[in-house]
């Protein structure tokens, strides 16, 4: 069976401080980004700030252009589409954003964001829509008397429930989680974690779930693709690629996740205090040759000219670009 | 599916519009007046005594008496009948000119801020133009070309309106268009149109509600001022403004004359504008609080002489014994944000206070820092730094030991750092406040301290702004101003809250290296256990407002005695795939004036019993849970 979504050698492009003369500055948030969704499954995005993680999902949505590549959701290319995604493209694919309070409408209630997505898809009576409110509210775990609630009598982790209720009110495919549980504390964390994880059992969900912290993005994905400076630089199933990380990116990322076991901790801190202490180049400005490579204690020669490819690794099912990769396998075993 | 969350009912903290605008009088009084001229202006056939155009040559002239209450004018005729029909004049003109302002320029506005592009581009240069030509003069070419007649005149001044109007629209909407409510609008497939009504339009009615209200007030005036001048009204309306004009010719007759028609313009617009002005400060965000909320309580703090309930580590640098912070509670009434807090920091050690976000741990920040929200203070406690206390010091004192002995940094760098002055410039001027050293002496200070956070090529990054700093670096830069005056105590809020992971790791290294360089202590507040298993020695956890468990970082995480400390731990994704369900902790953190009666954390707890319900718990022996000495947490990870 083909995949839900294919995302194929995806560019994305900024441009910036357009000035009267036309003369701008563009950014190159995505480059070259290939990467597949099966349908039930979750494919877990991570990279840090300015990675570009966000610019996929919003690309997926059609709220950012295409400049290179195509995404094909279900056998369509949407790229095809125009401007205007058409409305059954809509019904297939939604999102959760990071900040539940600014992705609800602060002057609607609860019952009308949610009824307004529902009668926009569907033809519904009245009644039939009242009850498709409820029934979507209890989904998500929420009463049926908080229809009539106002976003900021909510608190974030019940804000973060209706935004999952809205996605899910018009029965979508996909759902696009942009890091949906990075501003909520770690109790309603895993709340919402597990409930977007009941709910892709509920209904065959796919998600593409993003997110800074690997940790919970190894929790809840069967896929990861690690990204850095607009590039993937590795990806595989989660398991093995956070047990055994191939790419010295993802090794770091990993030895510079926090976990609350002061011993595991402890072995986290001593990875991470051999890496180099540099900052990330500014993505306007990325080095020559692979991305990673002034951040890198593998880097040699050639990683500062030659771009590495991304190609499959000897284990299974996973993909890295990295030059070295032999070495720093083998420097791990 | 998941379990309906059952969690109480909280009061409606937002009150509605028009109990805000109750508790001020002057708005009201403005609306009442307002609501009178409408009124007047609706049923002026009808309550005017006298026909106000028919003349009346025996009485005129006349100063008010019985018959002509306000008196009468140059051709006799009635005064009050000539003021209720110009009120008719004034609203009517009002309301069209801001009415064709605010539906042309509301609806030209909201289309070219959320379409952007060439539309917006032409638009704006068309309003720019438009905005240089004065209303007056506009409405005097337009009667030349259209003809006089008040319609007119008042059809050009809202043409003018029309042009503010879309400037206020299209300001607002560029902001409002980049909520994630917008996006997801769109992803939904909502049409624009719809988007634009029924999303954005709602949510920037208030600055437009505030503009339409002073803009009245202006259309007013100018209506006046166009009869004044005699190009607005023809001769069979009337027009305050008309009014004081014949006032004007027979001042010297009738002095009274001009007294009722510019009674009656200065009240109507004096009461649009105050009525925008308070309309601005109750519906923006940056208006005053309600008032009864602004005092300050200068209830002078006495730290109260019980013996703490911790033991006191005399070698404590710091030694916070029973705090207690309270605050009213909407509905009167005080709140306790803080009860019976005792923590202590000791010399060169790491103290982690971690809590999820409303269980106190910023509060009791600043109240260490003596940097409490106004209505907030403290009932009773004390706090100690190297056995002097804080509480009760004078704002002077105070000055001093923040900055001196207590260092501070924030979770958002940037928002701690002023943008319009160079870092070296920030840190200096932070070195000279307590050190009194010359202006090179403090950059050379400045650049050392620089080069301790490890700013690579310091003295070069003294001359530069904190935009040109990365979240990191900036978080660095602010570490470097907190440790200006080599404090004993650094406070830490959320320091790497706001930064990447690997940055994260990076501030953290060196927040434990200084400690260890300077011999400093560290009080380090975070939400993150992570963090405070990599950093820190000791962890004090709160909840409610309380600290519920204390000890070791190494034994209270792998040995948790609190069900609350446990279930924060057995919450965190450790690696495990999506075929294991994360635990969680079943509904939220009440706010501070619902705090359950009993043990706080007991409607949360997986473990409590109905004795739970009835007493309060206390910290006994590191940890406040009666129950401590027979669960055994560790086993239920």
């Given at each position: 069976m083909t995949p839900l979504l294919t995302v194929e050698n995806l560019s994305v492009d900024y441009h910036l401080k357009r000035s009267l003369l036309g003369r701008g500055v563009t950014l190159s948030a995505v480059r070259d980004v290939s990467f597949t969704i099966e349908r039930g499954r979750t494919f877990g995005l991570v990279g840090e700030s300015g990675s570009g993680k966000s610019t996929i999902g919003r690309t997926i949505l059609g709220l950012a252009a295409i400049a290179g590549g195509r995404v094909v959701f279900d056998g369509t290319d949407i790229g095809a589409f125009g401007a205007q995604l058409p409305l059954s493209f809509r019904r297939e694919v939604q999102v959760v954003f990071q900040d539940p309070l600014s992705s609800l409408n602060p002057r609607q209630t609860i019952g009308t964001t949610i009824g307004q997505a529902i009668s926009r898809h569907r033809d519904v009576s009245r009644h039939e829509r009242q009850r498709d409110i409820v029934t979507v509210l209890d989904s998500v775990g929420l009463a049926s008397y908080q229809a009539e609630r106002y976003p900021y009598e909510l608190s974030g982790g019940q804000r973060q429930r209706v935004a999952i209720a809205r996605a899910l009110a018009v029965r979508p495919r996909l759902i696009i989680c942009d890091e949906p549980v990075s501003a909520l504390d770690v109790s309603t964390q895993s709340?919402?974690?597990?409930?977007?994880?009941?709910?892709?059992?509920?209904?065959?969900?796919?998600?593409?779930?993003?997110?800074?912290?690997?940790?919970?993005?190894?929790?809840?994905?069967?896929?990861?693709?690690?990204?850095?400076?607009?590039?993937?630089?590795?990806?595989?199933?989660?398991?093995?690629?956070?047990?055994?990380?191939?790419?010295?990116?993802?090794?770091?990322?990993?030895?510079?996740?926090?976990?609350?076991?002061?011993?595991?901790?402890?072995?986290?801190?001593?990875?991470?205090?051999?890496?180099?202490?540099?900052?990330?180049?500014?993505?306007?400005?990325?080095?020559?040759?692979?991305?990673?490579?002034?951040?890198?204690?593998?880097?040699?020669?050639?990683?500062?000219?030659?771009m590495p490819a991304f190609e499959a690794t000897a284990s299974q099912g996973r993909h890295a670009a990295c030059h070295r990769i032999e070495d720093v396998r083998t420097a791990a075993s | 599916m998941a379990a309906t969350i059952t969690e109480d009912d909280e009061s409606r903290a937002h009150t509605r519009l028009w109990q805000r605008l109750a508790q001020r009088p002057l708005a009201l009084a403005c609306i009442g007046y307002l609501l009178l001229l409408l009124a007047v202006a609706i049923a002026a056939p009808y309550i005017a005594p006298y026909d106000p155009l028919h003349p009346d040559i025996k009485s005129r002239l006349q100063g008010p008496g019985a018959a002509h209450w306000f008196g009468t004018d140059d051709l006799g005729r009635d005064t009050l009948s000539r003021l209720i029909f110009g009120a008719r004049t004034a609203v009517l003109a009002s309301l069209e000119s801001v009415t064709f302002g605010v539906v042309v320029g509301v609806s030209i506005g909201l289309i070219v801020g959320y379409l952007g592009g060439w539309f917006d581009r032409i638009a704006m240069r068309v309003a720019d133009v438009m905005q240089s030509i004065p209303a007056v003069l506009l409405a005097l070419a337009l009667i030349g070309v259209l003809g006089k007649g008040l319609a007119n005149a008042m059809l050009a001044v809202g043409v003018i309106f029309s042009v503010s109007f879309l400037r206020i629209t299209r300001a607002v909407v560029l902001a409002e268009k980049e909520q994630l409510y917008v996006d997801a609008a769109r992803v939904l497939g909502l049409r624009t149109l719809s988007i634009l009504l029924r999303q954005i339009l709602p949510n920037i009615a208030a600055p437009l509600i505030v503009q339409a209200s002073i803009a009245l007030g202006t259309a007013l005036l100018?209506?006046?001022?166009?009869?004044?001048?005699?190009?607005?009204?023809?001769?069979?309306?009337?027009?305050?403004?008309?009014?004081?004009?014949?006032?004007?010719?027979?001042?010297?007759?009738?002095?009274?004359?001009?007294?009722?028609?510019?009674?009656?313009?200065?009240?109507?617009?004096?009461?649009?504008?105050?009525?925008?002005?308070?309309?601005?400060?109750?519906?923006?965000?940056?208006?005053?609080?309600?008032?009864?909320?602004?005092?300050?309580?200068?209830?002078?703090?006495?730290?109260?002489?019980?013996?703490?309930?911790?033991?006191?580590?005399?070698?404590?640098?710091?030694?916070?014994?029973?705090?207690?912070?309270?605050?009213?509670?909407?509905?009167?009434?005080?709140?306790?944000?803080?009860?019976?807090?005792?923590?202590?920091?000791?010399?060169?050690?790491?103290?982690?206070?971690?809590?999820?976000?409303?269980?106190?741990?910023?509060?009791?920040?600043?109240?260490?820092?003596?940097?409490?929200?106004?209505?907030?203070?403290?009932?009773?406690?004390?706090?100690?730094?190297?056995?002097?206390?804080?509480?009760?010091?004078?704002?002077?004192?105070?000055?001093?030991?923040?900055?001196?002995?207590?260092?501070?940094?924030?979770?958002?760098?940037?928002?701690?750092?002023?943008?319009?002055?160079?870092?070296?410039?920030?840190?200096?001027?932070?070195?000279?406040?307590?050190?009194?050293?010359?202006?090179?002496?403090?950059?050379?200070?400045?650049?050392?301290?620089?080069?301790?956070?490890?700013?690579?090529?310091?003295?070069?990054?003294?001359?530069?702004y904190p935009h040109q700093f990365s979240g990191g670096m900036a978080q660095r830069v602010v570490i470097a101003g907190a440790l200006a005056c080599e404090p004993e105590l650094l406070i830490a809020d959320e320091p790497t809250t706001a930064l990447d992971v690997t940055i994260q790791a990076q501030v953290l290294d060196l927040l434990m290296d200084l400690r260890q360089r300077l011999s400093m202590s560290v009080l380090l507040i975070t939400h993150d256990l992570g963090v405070v298993a990599d950093a820190c020695d000791r962890v004090a956890v709160m909840y409610g407002g309380e600290v519920v468990e204390t000890g070791s970082v190494r034994a209270t995480f792998s040995r948790p005695r609190h069900p609350y400390t446990a279930a924060l731990l057995a919450a965190m994704p450790r690696g495990e795939g999506i075929g294991t369900a994360l635990a969680t902790i079943p509904g939220r953190v009440p706010p501070a004036w619902a705090w359950p009666q009993g043990c706080r954390f007991h409607p949360r707890c997986a473990h409590a019993t109905p004795s739970c319900r009835q007493a309060p718990s206390v910290l006994q022996d590191g940890v406040r849970c009666r129950r401590a000495g027979e669960l055994n947490l560790a086993e239920a990870r």
């Open positions: 709340q919402v974690i597990n409930l977007l994880v009941d709910l892709q059992h509920a209904f065959g969900l796919s998600y593409l779930f993003i997110a800074h912290n690997l940790d919970v993005v190894r929790h809840i994905s069967h896929t990861i693709g690690v990204l850095y400076l607009g590039r993937l630089v590795e990806t595989g199933p989660a398991a093995s690629v956070y047990g055994a990380p191939a790419h010295p990116y993802t090794q770091m990322l990993l030895a510079s996740t926090l976990v609350a076991d002061p011993q595991a901790q402890a072995a986290r801190s001593r990875a991470r205090r051999r890496q180099p202490r540099t900052e990330p180049p500014s993505p306007l400005n990325p080095p020559p040759g692979c991305p990673f490579n002034t951040r890198c204690a593998w880097a040699a020669d050639v990683c500062r000219t030659r | 100018i209506e006046a001022m166009l009869s004044f001048l005699g190009v607005g009204i023809d001769s069979t309306q009337v027009s305050w403004g008309a009014m004081l004009e014949t006032a004007r010719q027979f001042q010297t007759q009738q002095p009274l004359l001009p007294i009722f028609p510019g009674l009656a313009i200065t009240l109507s617009v004096l009461a649009f504008n105050l009525l925008g002005d308070t309309l601005r400060d109750v519906l923006l965000p940056t208006g005053a609080t309600a008032p009864g909320n602004t005092e300050r309580h200068v209830v002078p703090p006495q730290p109260v002489s019980t013996p703490p309930s911790s033991r006191t580590d005399t070698d404590a640098l710091l030694q916070v014994s029973n705090l207690t912070v309270t605050a009213p509670r909407p509905g009167g009434g005080m709140a306790e944000l803080l009860s019976d807090v005792s923590v202590h920091v000791m010399r060169g050690e790491t103290l982690g206070l971690v809590g999820e976000s409303g269980c106190g741990k910023s509060m009791t920040a600043s109240a260490i820092m003596g940097l409490l929200p106004p209505a907030v203070h403290i009932a009773g406690g004390s706090i100690r730094l190297a056995g002097t206390e804080l509480i009760g010091l004078s704002d002077d004192a105070l000055r001093h030991v923040r900055g001196r002995r207590i260092g501070m940094v924030f979770q958002e760098p940037m928002a701690a750092l002023s943008p319009v002055h160079t870092v070296g410039r920030q840190i200096s001027d932070a070195v000279r406040a307590h050190t009194g050293l010359g202006r090179k002496q403090a950059l050379a200070r400045a650049a050392e301290l620089l080069a301790l956070v490890g700013v690579p090529d310091p003295h070069r990054r003294l001359q530069d």
